[in-house]
């Protein structure tokens, strides 16, 4: 079967095992069909992980988590191909969002120290929906954590993640999963205790 490149050119098509016809009765081209694969994947992966990876960028302390998110995906569709593995989209995913809360929270750090914050902050409809007013208090004393002991809690307690995982998400080692565990558990007991 023949197919007319844009240059006008007719090139020969390639037999894709399971391939439907175009509506103009051709074979599609083999990237077509990888494109449309990429794309049901990309699909699958923001169906079952898109709430999920919000509640992550909300809870480490981003202030736009939805634009994390969006930016998240954007990198994963673009690097879909370089990925070894698709069933590591996931947590190449959270990676991701965890990169670019870390990234946007130290520039607003510096552009803090550069301009006066407004009186009242509005945040988001997303992130007010997640923090009800029992976790009010837990969530803010969450946020005066230091960076990693926050990250190690989130990624071990609202997402359920192992070790392993987290040490993979983080970038560090295990052990220090473990203290930063330890020492966050101890500092939001502290907090929770001397509320009641």
Known sequence: MKRTRQDGQPTLLPAVAGAVPTTDGELPLAGDTEELEREAALSRLFDLHYMPMLRLATLLGADDPENIV?????????????LRDSSCAESYLRSVVCNLSRMRIRHLQVTRKHIEPPADSAISAEASALLRDDQRILVAALGKLPRRQREALVLRHWLGLKEGEIAEAMGISSGSVKTHISRGIAALTQVMESRR
């Open 70 to 82: 969006a930016e998240a995906y954007y990198q994963i569709y673009r690097k879909w191909r370089k």
